[in-house]
């Protein structure tokens, strides 16, 4: 059973910067692809970006390409979301999420939060204008 914790949500003002970690336990996470999403209220959940802890290749949303950046560290077992000149848009709940994907990472299936078995609790972000 794979757990996942994210951390370093906030309030920061515009332009500013974040970076939210998941770290991940229990399991071969080695062998899984993370995502991080996020949900705004009243709106659907969100892909940002995902990442392959093998390969390391990565696939990012259309909306935050250019400015988030995601990135892990093996030794430490952590995915981070770096996430540069955030706006009062980027408010929500940031999400990280985790799977096998044996057979099927692709950039259609990484941004299909059904694709994952395992959820983080999440953690909120607040850009103050």
């Known amino acids: 059973q794979v757990q996942l914790t994210e951390s370093g949500g906030g309030l920061v003002q515009v332009a500013e910067s974040l970076r939210l970690s998941c770290v991940a336990s229990g399991g071969n996470v080695r062998s899984y692809c993370t995502g991080w999403f996020r949900q705004a209220p009243g709106k659907e959940r969100e892909f940002l970006a995902a990442i392959s802890w093998s390969s390391g290749n990565s696939y990012y949303g259309d909306s935050v390409s250019g400015r988030f950046s995601i990135s892990r560290d093996n030794a430490k077992n952590t995915v981070y979301l770096q996430m540069n000149n955030l706006t009062p848009e980027d408010t929500a709940t940031y999400y990280c999420?985790?799977?096998?994907?044996?057979?099927?990472?692709?950039?259609?299936?990484?941004?299909?939060?059904?694709?994952?078995?395992?959820w983080g609790r999440g953690t909120r972000v607040t850009v103050s204008s």
């Open positions: 999420a985790a799977d096998s994907f044996t057979g099927r990472w692709s950039r259609a299936t990484s941004r299909n939060p059904s694709q994952y078995a395992y």
